[in-house]
């Protein structure tokens, strides 16, 4: 067994749909909302998590984008989710249609095993 400990980072794909709200509003009133209503509240009520973000509307029409969220544990996870449910971005601006939630290599972490990765050459 693995000497490794507990807690390990959790990475999140958030699959989201854009409403009908959201949509509705120019560029500039959606970088406003997001930046005033739900970073300060990310901010304020998390540590620990990061996030990268894909648009996918040009391939799916059932997901529009795809949020990845990384947090140093379950717990900064946790958190993250709960200040999101609180602001305008859960069910509001986006429908989340599914979260997968994984850790990076668990299998190698639980098995004492290297990662089984391809790298570019």
């Known amino acids: 067994m693995s000497t490794a400990p507990t807690e390990s980072p959790v990475t999140a794909f958030m699959l ?3 409403t009908p709200e959201w949509l509705a509003m120019t560029v500039a009133e959606r970088v406003r909302a997001f930046t005033t209503d739900v970073v300060p509240v990310i901010e304020a009520r998390t540590r620990g ?4 973000f894909y648009d996918t509307e040009f391939y799916s029409a059932r ?6 969220w990384e947090a140093d544990d379950h717990d900064a996870y946790r958190l993250l989710i709960d200040a999101l449910r609180e602001t305008p971005f859960w069910d509001r601006y986006f429908e989340v249609v599914e979260l997968l939630v994984g850790v990076e290599n668990g299998y190698a972490r639980t098995y004492d095993l290297p990662p089984a990765a ?4």
């Open 16 to 18: 989201v749909k854009t």
């Open 63 to 68: 997901v529009t984008d795809i949020w990845v």
């Open 49 to 52: 998590v990061r996030s990268r």
């Open 118 to 121: 391809t790298l570019a050459t």
